[in-house]
């Protein structure tokens, strides 16, 4: 069975450009979530797919958006970068929409500068 | 909004104590769960216990939903064992949105 895996591992990126991370979801499950840790703190809520379609989100601006694909896997674009999008990205995935385990990759570590 | 609050914040223990972990939220839940988060940042889940009692190896957890806690027990510390202890909770939502408590850093000396 294979895990949650997401790349790039780390990112360096420039205030203003956009970025695009990865996750693909553990094997059987349709479900992936999208988390902001920033450093220090725990991981924030961004959003939910759910057989490809966005079914719940946080307090987080439109520039963040995201898609998953009909594999389950999915992406997380962020537009016109801030410095305080610096942070470490966590995708989680679940075998339901709700009320399931969640399990997470290893994080992608993004740098704005 | 969901309040989730873990103690202690910080907690340094000599090899071979042990220890109780406390979360607290402010809400019904349908999903609590325990994480490790290691130093690269990988949460690795620990226990999945919306409520009763699961035992795994070194480590127990235990939620009581009605009183709105759930507590980790490490028994018999392992220098691998340090690193920050997460709970989150998810509620009534609809979908899969865990709100996280701020953490217990553990930090377990030789």
């Known amino acids: 069975e294979t895990g949650v895996t997401q790349s790039p591992t780390h990112l360096i990126k420039t205030r203003g450009q956009q970025v695009t991370l990865r996750c693909s979801s553990q094997?059987?499950?349709?479900?992936v979530s999208w988390y902001q840790q920033a450093l220090g703190q725990g991981p924030q809520f961004i959003f939910q797919?759910?057989?490809?379609?966005?079914?719940g989100r946080g307090n987080f601006p439109p520039r963040f958006s995201g898609l998953q694909f009909p594999n389950y896997s999915s992406e997380l674009n962020v537009n016109a970068l801030e410095l305080d999008d610096s942070a470490l990205y966590l995708c989680?995935?679940?075998?339901?929409?709700?009320?399931?385990?969640?399990?997470f990759g290893q994080g992608t570590r993004l740098t704005v500068v | 909004g969901i309040q989730v609050e873990q103690s202690p914040p910080d907690l340094i223990l000599q090899e071979g104590a042990n220890s109780t972990l406390r979360c607290n939220f402010s809400?019904?839940?349908?999903?609590l769960q325990w994480f490790h988060q290691n130093p690269w940042g990988q949460l690795i889940n620990l226990f999945y216990?919306?409520?009763g009692t699961k035992q795994n190896g070194r480590l127990s957890a235990t939620t009581v939903a009605t009183e709105r806690y759930s507590l980790l027990y490490i028994s018999s510390s392992q220098t691998t064992d340090s690193g920050v202890y997460f709970c989150?909770?998810?509620?009534?939502?609809?979908?899969?949105?865990?709100?996280f408590g701020t953490g217990t850093r553990l930090l377990v000396s030789p």
């Open positions: 094997s059987g499950h349709n479900t």
């Open positions: 809400d019904s839940v349908n999903n």
């Open positions: 989150a909770r998810g509620g009534n939502t609809g979908f899969q949105k865990l709100v």
């Open positions: 797919y759910y057989r490809e379609e966005e079914n």
């Open positions: 216990i919306p409520s």
């Open positions: 989680a995935s679940s075998s339901d929409r709700a009320n399931t385990e969640a399990f």
